[in-house]
């Protein structure tokens, strides 16, 4: 069976700001630049292949179902495994369960991407920048 083809999809400025309003925190400029430009996507690192949550896009229903996998509903999800840090937002996740995720701290969220291992809930920093992050 042929792997489903991505189609990348914009992401408006105004449907972002509605995301760090819910969360309470403006996201770090290059993953915003990012997402406005591909909202999803995947990724390749040392560790693992990735598959980014998309920002949930409510301009139309067409973009509304794309986006039901969104930031916020996978970082409720990941809070159920109990070890999951309370200030973070998951943004990736490799299939296995483990997530790239931003931490939030002050206020906002830091530069630098984690890992969390969902079995043991050590994190580990990926990378300083988003922009470190090779997207695929």
């Known amino acids: 069976m042929a792997k489903e083809r991505y189609?990348?999809?914009?992401?408006?400025?105004?449907?972002?700001?509605?995301?760090?309003?819910?969360?309470?925190?403006?996201?770090?400029?290059e993953y915003r630049e990012a997402m406005k430009l591909d909202?999803?996507?995947?990724?390749?690192?040392e560790e693992d292949d990735w598959e980014f949550y998309p920002i949930k896009d409510?301009?139309?229903r067409k973009r509304l179902s794309?986006?039901?996998?969104?930031?916020?509903?996978?970082?409720?999800?990941?809070k159920g495994f109990g070890n999951f840090p309370e200030e973070a937002v998951a943004i990736a996740s490799n299939g296995l369960g483990d997530q790239m995720l931003f931490i939030k701290e002050s206020g906002q969220?830091?530069?630098?991407?984690?890992?969390?291992?969902?079995?043991?809930g050590e994190l580990q920093e990926?990378?300083?920048t988003f922009n470190e992050i090779e997207k695929l």
């Open 7 to 29: 189609v990348p999809f914009n992401l408006s400025e105004e449907q972002l700001v509605q995301t760090e309003i819910e969360l309470g925190a403006k996201l770090p400029r």
């Open 39 to 45: 909202n999803g996507g995947e990724a390749s690192t």
């Open 58 to 60: 409510t301009t139309d």
């Open 66 to 78: 794309r986006t039901c996998n969104h930031i916020i509903n996978e970082t409720e999800s990941c």
């Open 109 to 120: 969220f830091v530069n630098s991407v984690y890992l969390w291992l969902h079995e043991t």
């Open 126 to 128: 990926l990378a300083a």
